[in-house]
């Protein structure tokens, strides 16, 4: 049974930081491909940065320059360290795991990130 369990999320003040995790278990966590998608409130899943089997990373730009995505395969887990947050990053966050030449991956259940003053 694949699970992924993100944790993490939090309300931050404007400016502030969080560090976003996604656990994975039941998959050969090293062949899959990361992503990280949010879902604002009223709005529609967006791609927020991944990470591909050999490290390689790419971002939304909303988010360039502030996130960065890294993994460690050895404990399973993605991170999403999210710097000089902004009330429009207020979602909830996702991680989705793409194991290479399946057909379909895994979602997580999310964990909300809400950035308030």
């Known amino acids: 049974q694949v699970q992924l369990v993100e944790s993490g999320g939090g309300l931050v003040q404007p400016g502030g930081s969080l560090r976003l995790s996604c656990e994975a278990s039941g998959i050969i966590f090293k062949n899959c491909i990361i992503r990280w998608y949010r879902q604002p409130p009223g709005k529609q899943r967006e791609l927020v940065a991944g990470?591909?089997?050999?490290?390689?990373?790419n971002y939304a730009g909303a988010v360039k320059g502030r996130f960065t995505i890294s993994r460690d395969n050895a404990k399973n887990t993605v991170y999403l360290q999210m710097n000089s947050l902004k009330p429009e990053d207020t979602a909830v966050y996702y991680c989705?795991?793409?194991?290479?030449?399946?057909?379909?991956?895994?979602w997580g259940q999310g964990t909300q990130v809400t950035v308030s003053s």
């Open positions: 990470v591909t089997t050999g490290g390689n990373t």
């Open positions: 989705y795991a793409d194991p290479v030449g399946w057909a379909s991956g895994y």
